[in-house]
């Protein structure tokens, strides 16, 4: 351990910037501009910013690499550095110079350099400055990423933020800050991110293009070549193989970056059956084998014009074991994919752990595609921080190179706390080692972020990653079993909502409204553990809107009635709120007469517990036109009744009344045509009885002409609202 140096602060008045050529910002200027900024905010001092070449007198604060920059630490060589190594060194005369492998690297240094003075960056409209005139750092402060290249698939907000300097937004400057440029490529001066896309072999090996002069070209499923449809290429073909090689060296002639995705296509089990990869993949246990003999092939031809470049496949789906009698080509990578994994487990502790292993058992040239979120169900409640961070540890101990974490990546995408996710991934994936204390790197962000609903949220936050994950599962493709309970659900519910009414009035509200959206959708996808009532129903619909109607899926849309759970647990409202009047409400007639006289003795509960008019109650009535009259269990003050009546329903009579008469609140005749869902309101009054007559000619006709009645979707539901 270095001994710590007290570094005035407020000694520095300027600043010096390695002079580039050209009009636009560098990411240089930036760092100068962002360091200018927090000396001013955490010691009151003004440093001005000068060029290299006119460098004022010390102490001076010296960002990139410049005749400078080396007159003064003369023992540090940027050239020796790895890439996104830097270095913060003092000079003896007391100056700072923040150096790296390049000049992405140099900025990093600016903002390592104000974290360890106490600079917190939580979201983009969210950080902490300390004021302070002196810090004490170990220096030289010199740092690289465990992983070389990293990717975060997961949005700090809802909001479209601000530019700060051109061409940079907010949320692109909060990457930069947690050294994650993938969000901001102008301002990186290296080959960063390997990787520019996936499944790349679509777009070299199409249907469209080869379908029809090559059918040879295409999977063999079945007996017949996938030529139209999923698909996947034989990968055992010399034809595919050249044409890969081929595209794989064009791209390469003309793209920046130092890999060519040639992955599969994003079909499983569409993978080739022909006698060839057969023959491969028993050789080698595993169907990954025609794939990477096919990616050996291809660097063969590559490495000999570009041998610094490389290609990489994804081992996905059912590509995923590894196998084995195969020697990988040094420059071929593998991008493993854990797809299908329990998002509640550690990644070490099974099946995809050991699969990892084995691969990196044929090869140090490993990336890797995680995912951290439930692609079916972005808002539910997602206590997998701990288990990420442990994953991002196993990646570093099996020497993974590159880091994708895709999460609810999609623009106009929410997940639960999306900006805390966000914050503690970017810093882990940098180096997981840095999370020391996840719990309390949790709780000072929350008391940042969440303000005068910190304590709240805080209490919620606790109750969620207290769930008992043990048994439980949350998988990334969506199904969860054993996680949630009645108790977490409603405590949840009554935390978040004494958040919400503490954040009234303030920016925090909206980021708690997608805390209550979170916990809302898991009591509407939950009706066994809690009541979907009018409340739930209409305050997600409300927090929604609030949080500016975000995706709930992938490849999903902001509109909710293009989601079918969500119109199922408007039908589950409908049907709590009919049942509960009716438990302890009795049917007095049926079309004008007592139930005890009508044929088949059907009791309420048969005709309509489900809510649906039984085929059997409507056999046995005479004619299209039937009323049913049902008397509350005491008179009520009732203002709505909603009828949920099918399609083919003519008309729809509603009365309300007492013993000795009924008033008629709505006639479909009179008022609108009576199709799908009517929710009927008029002035409160005093009802003993409900009255609904229905005319079912529409119903009638099909169901005297359709065998098959159980399909027929037809239901009459009746409820009330104090």
């Known amino acids: 351990a270095l001994n710590k140096t007290r570094v005035d602060l407020a000694q520095f008045k300027s600043i010096v910037v390695a002079g580039r050529p050209g009009k636009d910002m560098s990411c240089l200027d930036i760092a100068a501009s962002e360091l200018a900024k ?50 913060v060194a003092r000079s003896r005369q007391g100056d700072l110079v923040f150096v790296g492998s390049d000049d992405t690297a140099s900025m990093f240094a600016v903002f390592a350099f104000l974290e360890s003075c106490g600079v917190r960056w939580y979201t983009p409209d969210v950080e902490h400055v300390p004021t302070v005139k002196h810090v004490d750092i170990a220096l030289p402060l010199r740092d690289r990423p465990v992983f070389k290249w990293r990717r975060l698939g997961q949005h700090t907000s809802l909001s479209r933020s601000a530019e700060v300097y051109p061409g940079y937004t ?40 080869y379908g029809k002069e090559h059918p040879e070209y295409f999977a063999l499923v079945d007996g017949v070549r996938r030529v139209s449809g999923k698909y996947q290429p034989c990968f055992s073909n010399s034809g595919v193989r050249a044409l890969l090689a081929e595209s794989a060296i064009e791209q390469m002639k003309t793209r920046r970056g130092v890999m060519i995705d040639l992955s599969q296509t994003d079909f499983s089990e569409a993978y080739c059956r022909c006698d060839a990869c057969s023959a491969i ?59 299908g994994r329990n998002l509640l487990t550690p990644l070490s502790a099974g099946q995809r752990g050991r699969e990892l292993v084995g691969w990196r058992s044929l090869t140090s040239n490993l990336l890797v595609w995680d995912y951290v979120t439930n692609f079916r169900d972005y808002l539910l409640p997602t206590p997998n921080l701990d288990v990420v961070v442990a994953d991002l540890r196993f990646y570093a101990e099996q020497g993974v190179q590159g880091i994708y974490l895709q999460g609810a990546k999609y623009e106009g995408a929410a997940c639960d706390f999306m900006d805390l996710r966000a914050y503690v991934l970017a810093k882990a994936m940098w180096n ?13 962000f929350i008391a940042a972020a969440y303000g005068p609903a910190a304590a709240d949220v805080q209490s919620y936050f606790g109750l969620l990653c207290g769930l008992d994950r043990a048994g439980a599962s949350m998988k990334d493709l969506g199904g969860v079993t054993g996680l949630y309970t009645a108790e977490f659900l409603g405590k949840s519910r009554a935390i978040l909502d004494r958040a919400w009414q503490a954040a009234a009035g303030t920016p925090v509200q909206r980021k708690v409204a997608v805390l209550r959206l ?61 049942k509960n009047v009716l438990d302890q409400a009795r049917v007095v007639e049926i079309d004008a007469q007592h139930p005890e006289k009508v044929e088949s003795q059907i009791p309420w509960s048969k005709i309509l517990g489900d809510g649906e008019w039984r085929e059997q109650a409507a056999a046995s009535l005479p004619g299209p036109l039937h ?53 009927v309101q008029f002035p409160k009054r005093t009802v003993g ?27 009459v539901d009746i409820s009330y609202a104090v």
């Open 38 to 87: 927090y000396l001013s905010a955490m010691a009151a001092t003004k440093a001005t910013i000068v060029d290299n070449r006119r460098v004022q007198r010390g102490p001076l604060l010296v960002v990139g690499d410049c005749d400078t920059a080396r007159k003064l630490i003369p023992d540090v060589d940027p050239s020796r550095l790895e890439c996104e190594e830097f270095v």
């Open 170 to 209: 907010r949320e692109m400057l909060w990457a930069a800050h947690h050294k994650l440029i993938d969000k901001a490529p102008r301002y990186q001066t290296h080959e960063g991110w390997p990787v520019d896309g996936a499944h790349g072999v679509s777009r070299v090996i199409s249907q469209e293009k």
């Open 281 to 339: 993949a028993g050789r080698t246990g595993s169907q990954a084998g025609p794939l990477f003999e096919a990616m050996n092939a291809v660097a063969g031809r590559t490495s000999v014009a570009f041998p610094d470049r490389f290609v990489c496949a994804l081992a996905y789906q059912w590509s995923r074991t590894p196998p084995n009698s195969i020697r990988l080509h040094p420059q071929v990578f593998v991008w493993y994919a854990p797809i």
């Open 432 to 444: 997981p080692e840095t999370i020391t204390n996840l719990p309390r790197t949790c709780q000072d």
């Open 518 to 578: 979170s916990v809302l959708y898991a009591c509407l996808q939950n009706p066994d553990l809690c009541v979907a009532d009018s409340e739930s129903v209409r305050d997600f619909q409300a927090m929604h809107a609030l949080a500016g109607s975000p995706i709930l899926q992938e490849y999903g849309t902001s509109n909710l009635s293009d989601y079918p759970w969500w119109e199922a647990a408007k039908a589950r409202l409908m049907r709590y709120g009919f």
């Open 627 to 679: 009323s049913v009259t049902i008397a509350l269990p005491s008179p009520q003050l009732v203002n709505t009744i909603t009828v949920a009546a099918w399609k083919d329903v003519a008309r729809v009579i509603l009365e309300v009344g007492d013993e000795s008469r009924f008033e008629t609140i709505y006639d479909s005749d009179i008022a609108a045509r009576a199709i799908g869902m009517l929710k």
């Open 689 to 715: 009885r409900i009255r609904c007559t229905i005319d079912a000619t529409g119903y009638r006709n099909v169901w005297r002409s359709e065998e098959h009645t159980s399909e027929l979707q037809s239901r």
